[in-house]
């Protein structure tokens, strides 16, 4: 069983998160790490490999420091990495990332690539149709338990309403929820031997996509302006003195809430 | 500017979230609907009253299941069809993969997480908050179709008390559209009132250190006459049914006010929530992530708080 995980690095949760003013991009220059939620999909590889045998691969699209963070997921027990990092890259939108991450996907083939629940960056939970779409597989998103069987991939998705369990064929494009495990910590020696495993920078040209397809060049959606958001109003902040649960009323009663 | 909207429906019924888009897409235009699967046609009409002139309706065997591949072969072929400008889409777990689907099979531009619509010179701009609603963003697309999905919540559906002509168009599967097919669904069903309807939620989280821990919020809840809604992480652990949930997975609720217990404000809440009118937050975690996005935060312990309210809230009568 051959397992690619679709990994990204987003900046680091403490880091103060700006937009950068000039390329309206965000500002990828500080700290960065694996956006967390990937982690649950690194996991889920690799308790498949545990159970079966097979290879966990990192995919990944980014700038040349994502190395740093895509050595976290091979610490944890991931076998080689695969960056696509080209400059005309940045500024991708969906399509330009869905086109060189499925260009990648295809050069490995492998018999189930997973997702994580979301990136920290971008908020955005849509990758992996996109790039199901273009791989011509089948999808299922949202997977809070998953079955790996002979050919095939059954998930448990949550939805709005309950649950549904969906099966399909693989090879599959499956993205996990966040609930769905918990992502172990790297060992010392997972974090040793992670310095040797083999990482594979690839350019557009390689995993065949054109410069104009991808980056700002190919996206379809634009940036316009920035601005502030709206306020929420006057917050509060207060610690509890015995009194919070009268201040809470008087602003619902403030408010006309009740 | 003329706009095709994604309505979903659900035991019967159109859901709220696409009739909200679809009452905004009226209001920039000419708005049309889509509705597939089973019982398409029976509930499409309906659409008219939230401003579609017209509703297209597909209802073939392989839309039957709530599942996203086969819905992008029927938009794609609708978009052909008709031309439309804009798609529009009210986020739900089946909505994001469809609209994503869409993008990459048109190569169309598609922008997400928006929290308004609006035309400048006849163009459509999207808002987007971003960095976790710290910057608000506009955002537009260089060519058609262009589309978007939108913040759960986000629009309310407004009757307009108009009429819909309802056609149907037929379509033809992707070979690799059809090879997910459900096994099973399991649906659960609240006792209580429904969070989604309700204007007051009282919702709990794992600060509530045990599932007895709800029943004071249920007490809130009566008092406010409003009704419980938890996290992913209590309903995981069985504390509180599904139904309940609030978040990405789960229902996304916009109640005027929304009283959150021991909840620490993971994105997974936040998405479901954010959309709530007045926020309360009452954690004894003074750096939980919601007391960034509350409008009052109480550091401190709810076992002592909130039936104190509960108390304040009855003796008001």
Known sequence: MKIAVCVKQVPDATVHKRIDPATKRLDRSGEAALNPTDLNAV?????????????????????????????????????????????????????????????????????????????????????????????????????????????????????????????????????????????????????????????????????????????????????????????????VKIEDDGSAAQRILDLVVERKLL | MKSLVFLEHYHGALEKGGLGVLSKAASLGEATGVVLGEDAASVAAGAGAFGASKVYVCDAPELASPLPQPRVDALATLVEQTGAVAVLFGASVLSADVASGLAARLDAGLNWDLTDLSLADGELVGKRPALGDTVLVDV?????????????????????????????????????????????????????????????????????????????????????????????????????????????????????????????????HKVGMQGSGTIVAINKDPNAPIFDFCDIGVVGDLHQIVPKLTELVRSRG
Request: charged share 20%; glycine share 12%; hydrophobic share 40%.
């Open chain 1, 43 to 235: 996991e889920e590889a690799l308790r498949i490999k545990e159970a079966q045998g097979g290879e966990v691969v990192l995919m990944s699209l980014g700038p040349e420091k994502a190395v740093d963070s895509l050595r976290k997921a091979l610490a944890m027990g991931a076998d080689r990495a695969v960056l696509v990092s080209d400059e005309a890259a940045a500024g991708s939108d969906l399509l330009g990332t869905a086109r060189a991450l499925a260009g990648a996907l295809e050069r490995e083939s492998a018999d189930l690539v997973l997702f994580g629940q979301a990136s920290g960056d971008g908020d955005g939970a849509v990758l992996w149709a996109a790039v199901a779409d273009r791989l011509r597989r089948p999808v299922v998103s949202q997977v809070a338990a998953l079955t790996v069987e002979a050919g095939s991939v059954t998930g448990k998705r949550q939805t709005e309403h309950g649950y549904d369990v969906i099966s399909a064929p693989l090879p599959a494009v499956v993205a996990v929820s966040d609930a769905i495990n918990e992502p172990r910590y790297p060992s010392l020696k997972g974090i040793m031997s992670a310095k040797t495993k083999p990482q594979e920078t690839l350019s557009l040209g390689d995993v065949g996509v054109d410069a104009g397809a991808a980056g700002e060049a190919g996206a379809k959606t634009t940036v316009l302006d920035l601005g502030a958001p709206p306020a929420r109003g006057d917050q």
């Open chain 2, 140 to 268: 537009g697309w260089k060519s058609g179709p262009k589309l978007a999905l939108i913040r759960a919540g986000t629009f309310d559906p407004a009757e307009s008390g108009g009429t819909a002509e309802v056609e149907s168009f037929e379509t033809t599967f992707s070979d690799f559209s059809t090879l997910a097919t459900l096994v099973e669904q399991t649906q659960e069903e609240s006792s209580g009132p429904s969070i989604e309807d309700a204007d007051i939620i009282v919702a709990g989280g794992r600060g509530l250190g045990a599932p007895e821990g709800f029943t004071i919020l249920e007490e809130l809840a009566a008092a406010l006459g409003g009704a419980v809604g938890a996290t992913r992480a209590v309903v995981d652990a069985g504390w509180y049914p599904y139904s309940t949930q609030v978040g990405q997975t789960g229902k996304s609720v916009s109640p005027r006010l929304y009283i959150a217990c021991g909840i620490s404000g993971a994105i997974q």
